[in-house]
């Protein structure tokens, strides 16, 4: 399952769903005003911090992502301050602090294979950024 998808085609359909075998529902996180392009911002979520990555103008159309903003190497809260770019062709974003790059399709880090970070589906819905969850959330890393 991807944490992007194109918000003018949404790869998730409103309501419960399953994922990996657990009931799920699309939760508001916050406005899309609080996005700012091509950058990252921080919004709390089930006990963590997730950075959302909005990249409006991408060739596949708009993308959105949420990755835990919590460096698994340091332990500090950074990630959502990271520089986004491609490398061997994923998009990624840099932490701040040792410069892992992590993919934010799926949070794995190119550099060191047994660091992650968690991901979560997320998607525009009008004016308001959701995300996907269990009912039962747990955004520990």
Same mark, same amino acid.
């Given at each position: 399952m991807s944490t992007a998808q194109s918000l003018t085609t949404p790869a998730w359909s409103q309501g419960s769903q399953q994922l990996q075998?657990?009931?799920?529902?699309?939760?508001? !996180?916050?406005s899309r005003r609080d996005l700012v392009a091509h950058s990252?911002?921080? &919004?709390w979520f089930a006990? &963590?911090?997730?950075?959302l990555f909005y990249l409006p103008d991408m060739p596949e159309g708009e993308q959105l992502y949420a990755i835990h903003n919590r460096d698994p190497q340091s332990g500090a809260n950074v990630i959502?301050?990271?520089?986004? %770019?491609?490398?061997? %062709? *994923?998009?990624?974003?840099?932490?701040? !602090?040792?410069?892992q790059h992590f993919?934010?399709?799926d949070g794995q880090c190119l550099e060191q294979p047994e660091l992650s970070l968690t991901v979560w589906p997320v998607r525009l819905n009008g004016d308001q950024v959701e995300i !996907? &969850?269990?009912? *039962?959330? *747990?955004?520990?890393?």
């Amino acid at each position: 399952m991807s944490t992007a998808q194109s918000l003018t085609t949404p790869a998730w359909s409103q309501g419960s769903q399953q994922l990996q075998g657990r009931s799920t529902q699309w939760q508001p !996180l916050c406005s899309r005003r609080d996005l700012v392009a091509h950058s990252g911002v921080v &919004a709390w979520f089930a006990g &963590a911090q997730v950075a959302l990555f909005y990249l409006p103008d991408m060739p596949e159309g708009e993308q959105l992502y949420a990755i835990h903003n919590r460096d698994p190497q340091s332990g500090a809260n950074v990630i959502g301050r990271g520089m986004i %770019g491609h490398l061997h %062709g *994923s998009l990624v974003v840099a932490s701040p !602090l040792y410069k892992q790059h992590f993919r934010l399709q799926d949070g794995q880090c190119l550099e060191q294979p047994e660091l992650s970070l968690t991901v979560w589906p997320v998607r525009l819905n009008g004016d308001q950024v959701e995300i !996907l &969850a269990p009912d *039962s959330a *747990s955004a520990s890393n």
